[in-house]
């Protein structure tokens, strides 16, 4: 029922920033969703990075701390992830998370961020 849509990804040189977006096309009761960011990279396990509330708590995973910021626009429907000073560790396909009740999980297609050293 809901689907998700990422966009904002590419190549970037460690030490950029790119700036993620992710559409939710269900929007009744959006606000009261949590959101989040997760990343895959080769040969590894999906993690979070980012997560926001509805109240607009964050969670952050220690390897983005300080550098990458969650965000959301409820009136658009939209979450965002504001990466900077970027590392090529960082470099992975980047889902959008939605979840509902603690235990619907929608997501997106994912959205490739490439950090050159």
């Known amino acids: 029922q809901v689907q998700l849509v990422e966009s904002g990804g590419g190549l970037v040189q460690a030490g950029g920033s790119l700036r993620l977006s992710c559409a939710a096309s269900?929007?009744?009761?959006?606000?009261?969703?949590?959101m989040g960011w997760y990343r895959q990279a080769p040969g590894k396990q999906r993690d979070m990075v980012a997560t926001?509330?509805?109240?607009?708590?964050?969670n952050y995973a220690d390897s983005v701390k300080g550098r990458f910021t969650i965000s959301r626009d409820n009136a658009k429907n939209t979450v965002y992830l504001q990466m900077n000073s970027l590392k090529p560790e960082d470099t992975a396909v980047y889902y959008c998370?939605?979840?509902?009740?603690?235990?619907?999980?929608?997501w997106g297609q994912g959205t490739q961020v490439t950090v050159s050293s």
């Open positions: 998370n939605l979840v509902v009740l603690n235990i619907l999980n929608y």
């Open positions: 926001i509330t509805s109240g607009s708590s964050t």
């Open positions: 269900a929007t009744t009761f959006f606000s009261s969703y949590t």
